[in-house]
C-alpha cells in the first residue's frame, strides 16, 4: 500500500503536508465476521467476554464522571 501526501493550508502556517486515506476500498469476504456467540463456546465464557467488553458498565475499578473517586 503506498501513502499519498496531500499539501493543505493550516492556521498560523503556509502549508503543511498531510497524510491522504489509508485504507483500501471493500467489504470483507467472511461471512463470519462479528458472530462472536458462534465464536464462544462456554456460558461462563461469554459472560467474561462481555464484562471485559463492557467494563464501563461492569467494572468495579473505574472512575467515571458518573462515580466520584472520593465521596462528596
Do not use: C, H, N
Amino acid at each position: 500500500m503506498t501513502y499519498q501526501l496531500e499539501k493543505k493550508s493550516a492556521p498560523g502556517r503556509d502549508e503543511v503536508e498531510v497524510l491522504g486515506p489509508t485504507f483500501e476500498e471493500g467489504k470483507p469476504e467472511d461471512d463470519e465476521m462479528g458472530r462472536w456467540r458462534q465464536k464462544i463456546a462456554s456460558r461462563a465464557d461469554r459472560l467474561k467476554y462481555l464484562e471485559t467488553a463492557e467494563r464501563y458498565w461492569y467494572g468495579k475499578e473505574w472512575y467515571g464522571s458518573e462515580k466520584r473517586k472520593t465521596p462528596a
